[in-house]
């Protein structure tokens, strides 16, 4: 079994307004130190072993489904878990 | 200058309809090894130093705004960033 993070967020080029909203409520709350907010998601997936390579499923799966290629980037963090 | 690393999770305890219907989409396209997905958010913010300390801004932050303290639970990442 592994563990899988994996890590979403927009391109540099392309603008993030949710990003913007919360910069701006942050302000609003006297966080005036904020310069800069960007938001992407996160997600944690439990996968079985199978015959197929685990990097080519989990690549297959952000470039399918995960993630929107066109305007985001996607990391992943792999993390063996022995079952009980 | 500091870059932040936010990263919220929903509490073992709290249903994740968003996760459950990621997970049956993927089982739907052929990934069946798929055997959960928790759904979180990830969020990278630019905070110029201030007299505060930082540690104490980003968890305010965090309280207030970023996460539900009562379904939520974050762990961020501090990096130090050299403005030019």
Not at 30 to 39: H, T
Not at 57 to 63: D, S
């Amino acid at each position: 079994m592994y563990k899988v993070k994996v890590y979403v967020t927009l391109r540099e080029s392309v603008l993030d307004p949710q990003g913007n909203a919360v910069k701006s409520s942050l302000h609003s709350l006297g966080f005036e130190e904020v310069q800069d907010v960007r938001i992407g998601k996160y997600m944690e997936l439990l996968i079985e072993k199978s015959d197929r390579n685990i990097d080519e499923i989990v690549k297959e799966m952000c470039e399918k489904l995960l993630a929107n290629p066109v305007i985001e980037d996607y990391r992943y963090e792999l993390e063996e878990v022995v079952t009980k």
